[in-house]
């Protein structure tokens, strides 16, 4: 059974960084394609960043470009957000999500075939 569990998230100032990761189940981890996304209150889900299959290709949104890097570990089956100089703006529960059958997701979320529960980020200003 393939499982998407995200951690590390919480309530922090301004301007912190905070780590997000997320851990696979699966043996083929290695070969799908990870995306973060994330949901405001009241909000749509939306694209945060997606790292190909090698993690030589990554994409951000616009809003997270220059704070916010993903990256994978795929002999730990994780993969990363880092996120600096965070906004209370970026306040959202953040998914991981994964593609088993594309070297990149993108940005769409009909990409991606399996999702995590989620993780709350709350910045205060």
């Known amino acids: 059974q393939i499982q998407l569990v995200e951690s590390g998230g919480g309530l922090v100032q301004a301007g912190d960084s905070l780590t997000l990761s997320c851990a696979i189940s699966?043996?083929?981890?290695?070969?799908?394609?990870m995306g973060w996304f994330r949901q405001a209150p009241g909000k749509e889900r939306v694209f945060v960043a997606a790292?190909?299959?090698?993690?030589?290709?990554?994409g951000y949104a616009d809003s997270v470009k220059g704070r916010f890097t993903i990256s994978r570990d795929n002999a730990k089956n994780t993969v990363y957000l880092q996120m600096n100089s965070l906004k209370p703006e970026d306040t959202a529960v953040y998914y991981c999500?994964?593609?088993?059958?594309?070297?990149?997701?993108?940005?769409?979320?009909?990409?991606?075939?399996?999702w995590g529960q989620g993780t709350q980020v709350t910045v205060s200003s």
């Open positions: 790292i190909s299959v090698s993690g030589g290709s990554t």
């Open positions: 999500a994964a593609s088993t059958e594309r070297y990149y997701g993108g940005t769409s979320a009909g990409a991606y075939d399996y």
């Open positions: 699966g043996r083929t981890f290695s070969t799908w394609a």
